[in-house]
């Protein structure tokens, strides 16, 4: 005897919708983009690079 609940022409459960999978790739890119900057170097600033070329950085 065959469960009742189970359907065998039922193929796999839906994806996740579209929506989640927009935000995921959105996340994602903004992870990248910032690991890339960080390991640049460029786009985190202390408070020294408000100061100018005058004042000696911050050791």
Do not use: I, Y
Not at 28 to 48: I, K
């Amino acid at each position: 005897m065959t469960d009742p609940g189970s359907r065998p022409d039922a193929g796999p459960p839906p994806g996740a919708p579209r929506w989640v999978k927009v935000l995921a790739l959105v996340a994602l890119l903004l992870a990248l983009l910032f690991v890339a900057l960080h390991l640049s170097g460029g786009g985190f600033g202390g408070p020294g690079d408000h100061l100018g070329t005058a004042v000696p950085s911050w050791p």
